[in-house]
Structure formats: structure tokens, C-alpha cells
């Protein structure tokens, strides 16, 4: 099968179309014929040497996919509600950026009703992401304030989506007034610029100097600081990527005072049953909202499989509204 490589670790175009054996899936596992594969910030982390994969898993990128279940264990599907040639997107450990991918059964969700392969495709790794941390831990309910950072992300447009939807009031940023504008049009109550606005000061003019209920944060560093501030009375800040570095400080009486949760998690090396656990309650919960229309996949741009190192730079760059995906 063809499958994109990482030759070496570095820029985008150490990633490579080359040859590989088809995997064979083992007990509880599926093996999918892949048309798309979603591009992620933890596929260019290990581009670049930064995110090794977990022990066991592919050395090859790609933590998500669509396609057609070709082969696996029957029982385990069975019990999955699955079978032989129906179309699923699936959230994997590595593996994804090949036209076969093997992926447990329970990370396996049926395509909603209407969508492509190439939709379905840019699901997984930030609907997984975002119900883990959001409303997991992040315990977000009806009527709370939500702060998403990097309202135009792949992470962003899905929370901001889900959020309005679960009756939460969004406040996104952004780095452009274009970007905040698609925050909004998503259906975020209000975005802000963080180029030209200070977040702290419009999050506590928003809510009436309230603060915000719980905040996802992909930046960490010395964002951690000004989040606190924008923390309401036991609020929650949920920590899931330090592209901003990985030292932070915060006032501590702040937290004290305000009875503040500080937490985070990462996904790629938690368990199977931990993910399948993550995958019933979407199949439960958010999957019927994307059926109906309510919440949609947001598509930037797709790329052949050739053109990997291409769909990078494009990540790399920031320029994007939503997910890039690869098509086979």
C-alpha cells in the first residue's frame, strides 16, 4: 500500500509517498480501506521529532480516518453494531496517513447520514478531543461560559459548535477580524482578537466582570496566567497543547479564592476502553446534532496523499479555518 513517511524528523517536506506491507487487524480490531485521512497538530509534533508515538502504535502519522471496514473480528463488531463494508471514521494511535489502517472497533463510529468520506474523515481526533476536555472534564453545562482559544482551529470550530449546541455561551479568539468573524458565523457570541485586543479585559467586560466558566486552552505558557483572571467562581481551565511552551505561573490565591480547577489531559496514549468509553457517548449524544445539520464538519482545504509535505506548510502556517484533510 502507499503510505506517507516521515524520512527524518523536520520540515514538511521530509514526509515522503512511499511503500508499505497492508497491516492485518488483530482481535477486536478492523482493518479500513482508507479514501481520507485528517491532518492534526500532533502529526507535525512528530514531524518534527516532538511527539514520539505510544509503544505498539504505527510510526507512521495520522491519527484519524474514513473509509470501509474490509476485514477484523467479527464479534467485536458484531457487538459494535458494525459489520463488513459499512463506511466508519475512526480515531487511531498512528497508522492514518495510508490507504489501509488498522483501528480498534470501539474507536469506530458509523459516517453520519449525509456526510463524505472526506467530512467524516476531519471528526475523530477533534470531536474526541473536545467532548474529553470540554464536557468531560471540563464539565461544561447549559447556560456556562466556554472561552475557546484558537477559535479557527480544527479544536476550535468543533468546541465553539458544540458548545452552542450543548447551550453554552462561546467567547473564541482569534488572529485576524476575517477569523473571528468565521468564530462567530460558527456560533460563537462573541471572538476576539488577540492581536489587537487584550482577551483578559474583553472576557471580564463581556461577562460583566463574571469571568468565564471554563477555558480551553491550546497555548499554555504565559497564557495560563491571564486565564486564571478570566476564570469565574469555580471555574475550569483545560490544558490539552503547549504551543505556547511549557512553563507557566499563576496567582495562586486566585485559584484559592476563587475555588479554581486547573487540569489538562492528552488523548493519543490513553486506553482503548478509555477512547471506545469517548466514542459511545458521541455515537449517543453528538452524532445525531451532525446528522441533523446542527453541528458540520468544517472543511478548509483537501490534498492528495502526494502532497503531504504541501498540507503541512499549510498547517504550519496558521492561515486555515477548520481541518485539512488528505484524500487517497
Not at 514531524?47 to 504505527?58: I, L
Not at 468573524?181 to 474583553?202: H, K, M, P, W
Not at 506548510?313 to 479555518?321: F, K, P
Request: hydrophobic share 45%; aromatic share 6%; with cysteine.
Amino acid at each position: 500500500m502507499r503510505a506517507v513517511e516521515i524520512s527524518s524528523f523536520g520540515a514538511p517536506g521530509v514526509l515522503r509517498l512511499g511503500d508499505r506491507p497492508v497491516p492485518a487487524p488483530g482481535a477486536g480490531e478492523v482493518l479500513i480501506r482508507v479514501s481520507a485521512s485528517g491532518i492534526n497538530r500532533p502529526d507535525v509534533l512528530q514531524r518534527a521529532g516532538h511527539y514520539a508515538p505510544p509503544p505498539g502504535a504505527s510510526d507512521l502519522p495520522g491519527l484519524e480516518v474514513a473509509g470501509v471496514i474490509e476485514s477484523g473480528d467479527a464479534q467485536a463488531l458484531a457487538l459494535a453494531g458494525l459489520q463488513l463494508g459499512d463506511r466508519v471514521c475512526a480515531l487511531v494511535s498512528g497508522g492514518g496517513y495510508a490507504q489501509w489502517c488498522v483501528a480498534p472497533v470501539g474507536q469506530c463510529l458509523p459516517v453520519p447520514g449525509g456526510l463524505t468520506d472526506i467530512e467524516a474523515a476531519s471528526l475523530p481526533e477533534t470531536f474526541f478531543t473536545v467532548w474529553s476536555n470540554v464536557f468531560d472534564r471540563g464539565r461544561l453545562q447549559l447556560g456556562e461560559w466556554l472561552l475557546v482559544q484558537g477559535g479557527t482551529s480544527g479544536i476550535g470550530v468543533t468546541a465553539i459548535q458544540l458548545a452552542k449546541a450543548w447551550g453554552a455561551q462561546v467567547v473564541a479568539t482569534a488572529g485576524s477580524d476575517e477569523k473571528c468573524a468565521a468564530c462567530v458565523a460558527l456560533g460563537a457570541s462573541y471572538a476576539i482578537n488577540y492581536r489587537t485586543q487584550d482577551f483578559v479585559e474583553e472576557v471580564r467586560r463581556i461577562t460583566g466582570q463574571r469571568g468565564v466558566d471554563v477555558v480551553l486552552d491550546m497555548v499554555a505558557g504565559d497564557y495560563v496566567t491571564r486565564e486564571v483572571e478570566c476564570l469565574a467562581e469555580d471555574g475550569r481551565l483545560v490544558i490539552i497543547a503547549v504551543q505556547g511552551g511549557t512553563k507557566s505561573a499563576l496567582n495562586a490565591g486566585l485559584v484559592l479564592r476563587r475555588r479554581l480547577t486547573v487540569t489538562g489531559s492528552t488523548l493519543r496514549p490513553r486506553s482503548v476502553e478509555f477512547k471506545t468509553a469517548i466514542a459511545q457517548a458521541l455515537r449517543q449524544h453528538v452524532w445525531p446534532l451532525i446528522a441533523s445539520g446542527q453541528v458540520r464538519p468544517v472543511i478548509y482545504r483537501t490534498f492528495d496523499a502526494s502532497e503531504a509535505a504541501d498540507a503541512h506548510a499549510l498547517m504550519e502556517s496558521n492561515q486555515h479555518t477548520g481541518k485539512i484533510v488528505l484524500t487517497w
